[in-house]
T-cell receptor, first 117, second 113 residues
Framework: AQTVTQSQPEMSVQEAETVTLSCTYDTSESNYYLFWYKQPPSRQMILVIR??????QNATENRFSVNFQKAAKSFSLKISDSQLGDTAMYFCAFMRALTGANSKLTFGKGITLSVRP | GAGVSQSPRYKVTKRGQDVALRCDPISGHVSLYWYRQALGQGPEFLTYFNYEAQQDKSGLPNDRFSAERPEGSISTLTIQRTEQRDSAMYRC???????????FGNGTRLTVT
Protein backbone atom coordinates (compact mmCIF):
# COMPACT_ATOMS: atom_id res chain seq x y z
CA ALA A 1 0.00 0.00 0.00
CA GLN A 2 1.13 3.52 -0.74
CA THR A 3 1.63 5.99 2.10
CA VAL A 4 2.09 9.74 2.03
CA THR A 5 3.82 11.52 4.89
CA GLN A 6 3.69 15.19 5.71
CA SER A 7 5.71 15.50 8.88
CA GLN A 8 5.36 19.25 9.48
CA PRO A 9 1.92 19.99 10.98
CA GLU A 10 2.22 23.77 10.75
CA MET A 11 4.34 26.42 9.11
CA SER A 12 4.34 30.18 9.04
CA VAL A 13 5.83 32.59 6.51
CA GLN A 14 6.04 36.33 6.08
CA GLU A 15 4.14 37.81 3.16
CA ALA A 16 6.30 38.07 0.01
CA GLU A 17 8.80 35.47 1.24
CA THR A 18 9.34 31.91 0.03
CA VAL A 19 8.29 28.77 1.87
CA THR A 20 8.80 25.06 1.17
CA LEU A 21 6.37 22.37 2.29
CA SER A 22 7.72 18.83 2.58
CA CYS A 23 6.17 15.55 1.50
CA THR A 24 7.54 12.03 1.25
CA TYR A 25 5.81 8.92 -0.03
CA ASP A 26 6.38 5.22 -0.09
CA THR A 27 5.62 3.05 -3.10
CA SER A 28 7.01 0.17 -5.08
CA GLU A 29 5.47 1.51 -8.29
CA SER A 30 7.67 3.07 -10.95
CA ASN A 31 4.98 5.13 -12.63
CA TYR A 32 2.61 7.35 -10.72
CA TYR A 33 1.30 10.86 -10.25
CA LEU A 34 1.79 13.30 -7.40
CA PHE A 35 -0.39 16.24 -6.49
CA TRP A 36 -0.57 19.15 -4.12
CA TYR A 37 -4.03 20.36 -3.12
CA LYS A 38 -4.89 23.49 -1.16
CA GLN A 39 -7.79 23.80 1.28
CA PRO A 40 -8.46 27.39 2.39
CA PRO A 41 -10.77 28.25 5.31
CA SER A 42 -13.73 27.90 2.93
CA ARG A 43 -12.85 24.17 2.91
CA GLN A 44 -12.87 23.88 -0.86
CA MET A 45 -10.28 21.46 -2.27
CA ILE A 46 -8.27 23.21 -4.96
CA LEU A 47 -5.61 21.62 -7.16
CA VAL A 48 -2.30 23.46 -6.90
CA ILE A 49 0.05 21.38 -9.02
CA ARG A 50 0.50 17.94 -10.58
CA UNK A 51 3.66 15.95 -11.34
CA UNK A 52 4.05 12.85 -13.50
CA UNK A 53 6.71 10.53 -12.10
CA UNK A 54 8.16 9.62 -15.49
CA UNK A 55 8.87 13.28 -16.22
CA UNK A 56 12.15 14.45 -14.74
CA GLN A 57 11.30 18.12 -15.14
CA ASN A 58 9.79 19.68 -12.06
CA ALA A 59 6.27 21.06 -12.52
CA THR A 60 5.62 24.77 -12.07
CA GLU A 61 2.43 26.83 -11.91
CA ASN A 62 3.10 30.55 -11.55
CA ARG A 63 4.38 31.06 -7.97
CA PHE A 64 4.16 27.35 -7.17
CA SER A 65 6.84 24.84 -8.06
CA VAL A 66 7.87 21.41 -6.89
CA ASN A 67 11.15 19.69 -6.15
CA PHE A 68 10.54 16.10 -7.20
CA GLN A 69 13.25 13.67 -6.13
CA LYS A 70 12.14 10.25 -7.36
CA ALA A 71 14.96 8.23 -5.84
CA ALA A 72 14.40 9.83 -2.47
CA LYS A 73 10.60 9.62 -2.87
CA SER A 74 10.31 13.26 -1.99
CA PHE A 75 7.89 15.81 -3.42
CA SER A 76 8.16 19.26 -1.83
CA LEU A 77 6.14 22.34 -2.77
CA LYS A 78 7.78 25.76 -2.99
CA ILE A 79 5.61 28.86 -2.78
CA SER A 80 7.36 32.02 -3.91
CA ASP A 81 6.26 35.58 -3.10
CA SER A 82 3.77 34.28 -0.51
CA GLN A 83 0.43 36.04 -0.40
CA LEU A 84 -2.18 36.29 2.33
CA GLY A 85 -4.50 34.21 0.15
CA ASP A 86 -2.05 31.31 0.35
CA THR A 87 -3.09 30.75 3.96
CA ALA A 88 -4.60 27.26 3.89
CA MET A 89 -4.07 23.60 4.61
CA TYR A 90 -1.94 21.93 1.95
CA PHE A 91 -2.24 18.24 1.15
CA CYS A 92 0.20 16.10 -0.76
CA ALA A 93 -1.36 13.16 -2.63
CA PHE A 94 -0.27 10.07 -4.57
CA MET A 95 -1.93 8.11 -7.36
CA ARG A 96 -0.40 5.12 -9.10
CA ALA A 97 -0.68 5.06 -12.86
CA LEU A 98 -3.09 2.73 -14.62
CA THR A 99 -3.60 2.48 -18.37
CA GLY A 100 -6.57 4.61 -19.35
CA ALA A 101 -8.26 4.71 -15.98
CA ASN A 102 -7.62 6.24 -12.60
CA SER A 103 -6.63 4.57 -9.40
CA LYS A 104 -7.05 5.55 -5.78
CA LEU A 105 -5.75 8.95 -4.66
CA THR A 106 -4.08 8.78 -1.26
CA PHE A 107 -3.62 11.95 0.78
CA GLY A 108 -1.18 12.95 3.47
CA LYS A 109 -2.40 14.43 6.73
CA GLY A 110 -1.75 17.97 5.55
CA ILE A 111 0.13 21.01 6.73
CA THR A 112 -1.38 24.28 7.90
CA LEU A 113 0.35 27.25 6.33
CA SER A 114 -0.16 30.73 7.74
CA VAL A 115 1.02 33.78 5.81
CA ARG A 116 1.73 36.74 8.10
CA PRO A 117 1.13 40.31 6.85
CA GLY B 1 -22.52 20.85 -15.10
CA ALA B 2 -19.77 23.29 -14.32
CA GLY B 3 -18.46 21.38 -11.33
CA VAL B 4 -19.07 18.45 -9.03
CA SER B 5 -22.38 18.87 -7.27
CA GLN B 6 -23.20 17.26 -3.94
CA SER B 7 -26.50 17.21 -2.12
CA PRO B 8 -27.58 17.92 0.46
CA ARG B 9 -25.00 20.46 1.66
CA TYR B 10 -25.96 19.78 5.26
CA LYS B 11 -27.70 16.78 6.76
CA VAL B 12 -28.69 16.35 10.39
CA THR B 13 -30.05 12.96 11.30
CA LYS B 14 -30.79 10.98 14.40
CA ARG B 15 -28.75 8.01 15.40
CA GLY B 16 -30.10 4.84 13.83
CA GLN B 17 -31.53 6.51 10.72
CA ASP B 18 -30.31 5.78 7.20
CA VAL B 19 -28.92 8.58 5.03
CA ALA B 20 -28.20 8.85 1.32
CA LEU B 21 -25.67 11.34 0.00
CA ARG B 22 -25.72 12.22 -3.67
CA CYS B 23 -22.92 13.17 -6.03
CA ASP B 24 -23.34 14.51 -9.56
CA PRO B 25 -19.91 14.49 -11.24
CA ILE B 26 -18.60 16.68 -14.02
CA SER B 27 -20.11 15.52 -17.29
CA GLY B 28 -17.94 12.96 -19.04
CA HIS B 29 -15.72 12.19 -16.07
CA VAL B 30 -15.15 8.45 -15.89
CA SER B 31 -13.81 8.21 -12.34
CA LEU B 32 -15.76 9.10 -9.21
CA TYR B 33 -14.43 9.08 -5.66
CA TRP B 34 -15.86 9.31 -2.17
CA TYR B 35 -13.83 10.65 0.75
CA ARG B 36 -14.57 11.48 4.35
CA GLN B 37 -12.81 14.37 6.07
CA ALA B 38 -12.70 15.32 9.72
CA LEU B 39 -11.90 18.91 10.65
CA GLY B 40 -8.17 19.57 10.46
CA GLN B 41 -7.44 16.20 8.89
CA GLY B 42 -6.70 14.97 5.41
CA PRO B 43 -9.37 13.36 3.22
CA GLU B 44 -9.83 9.68 4.07
CA PHE B 45 -10.49 7.47 1.06
CA LEU B 46 -13.74 5.52 1.12
CA THR B 47 -14.33 4.10 -2.37
CA TYR B 48 -14.08 4.87 -6.07
CA PHE B 49 -15.62 3.95 -9.41
CA ASN B 50 -14.42 3.83 -12.97
CA TYR B 51 -17.59 4.16 -15.03
CA GLU B 52 -20.17 2.08 -13.16
CA ALA B 53 -17.69 -0.41 -11.77
CA GLN B 54 -16.67 -0.05 -8.15
CA GLN B 55 -12.91 -0.51 -8.30
CA ASP B 56 -11.95 -0.26 -4.66
CA LYS B 57 -14.10 -0.17 -1.56
CA SER B 58 -11.36 -0.89 0.91
CA GLY B 59 -11.89 2.43 2.69
CA LEU B 60 -15.51 1.84 3.62
CA PRO B 61 -15.38 1.60 7.44
CA ASN B 62 -17.90 -1.24 7.83
CA ASP B 63 -20.86 -2.87 6.14
CA ARG B 64 -23.19 0.00 7.09
CA PHE B 65 -21.54 2.01 4.31
CA SER B 66 -22.24 1.32 0.66
CA ALA B 67 -21.99 3.20 -2.63
CA GLU B 68 -23.32 2.78 -6.11
CA ARG B 69 -23.01 4.41 -9.51
CA PRO B 70 -25.44 2.37 -11.58
CA GLU B 71 -25.24 4.28 -14.88
CA GLY B 72 -21.69 5.53 -14.61
CA SER B 73 -22.73 9.06 -13.75
CA ILE B 74 -24.50 10.04 -10.51
CA SER B 75 -23.41 8.21 -7.39
CA THR B 76 -25.03 7.65 -4.02
CA LEU B 77 -23.23 6.93 -0.75
CA THR B 78 -25.57 5.29 1.73
CA ILE B 79 -24.98 4.98 5.45
CA GLN B 80 -27.35 2.67 7.29
CA ARG B 81 -28.13 2.84 10.99
CA THR B 82 -26.06 5.98 11.45
CA GLU B 83 -23.91 6.45 14.53
CA GLN B 84 -22.48 9.60 16.06
CA ARG B 85 -18.98 8.63 14.90
CA ASP B 86 -20.24 8.92 11.30
CA SER B 87 -20.46 12.70 11.69
CA ALA B 88 -18.03 14.28 9.21
CA MET B 89 -17.72 16.07 5.90
CA TYR B 90 -18.29 13.65 3.03
CA ARG B 91 -16.65 14.71 -0.22
CA CYS B 92 -17.13 13.48 -3.73
CA UNK B 93 -14.66 14.03 -6.55
CA UNK B 94 -14.54 13.17 -10.22
CA UNK B 95 -11.80 12.86 -12.81
CA UNK B 96 -11.32 12.23 -16.51
CA UNK B 97 -8.99 9.33 -15.78
CA UNK B 98 -5.46 8.65 -16.95
CA UNK B 99 -3.90 10.37 -13.97
CA UNK B 100 -5.80 13.59 -14.43
CA UNK B 101 -6.53 15.55 -11.26
CA UNK B 102 -9.60 15.05 -9.12
CA UNK B 103 -12.16 17.84 -9.01
CA PHE B 104 -13.91 18.02 -5.67
CA GLY B 105 -17.42 18.99 -4.74
CA ASN B 106 -18.17 21.23 -1.77
CA GLY B 107 -19.12 18.25 0.36
CA THR B 108 -22.02 17.17 2.53
CA ARG B 109 -21.69 17.99 6.21
CA LEU B 110 -23.32 15.08 8.08
CA THR B 111 -24.22 15.45 11.74
CA VAL B 112 -25.63 12.48 13.64
CA THR B 113 -27.33 13.41 16.89
Amino acid sequence: AQTVTQSQPEMSVQEAETVTLSCTYDTSESNYYLFWYKQPPSRQMILVIRQEAYKQQNATENRFSVNFQKAAKSFSLKISDSQLGDTAMYFCAFMRALTGANSKLTFGKGITLSVRP
Amino acid sequence: GAGVSQSPRYKVTKRGQDVALRCDPISGHVSLYWYRQALGQGPEFLTYFNYEAQQDKSGLPNDRFSAERPEGSISTLTIQRTEQRDSAMYRCASSQGGGSPLHFGNGTRLTVT
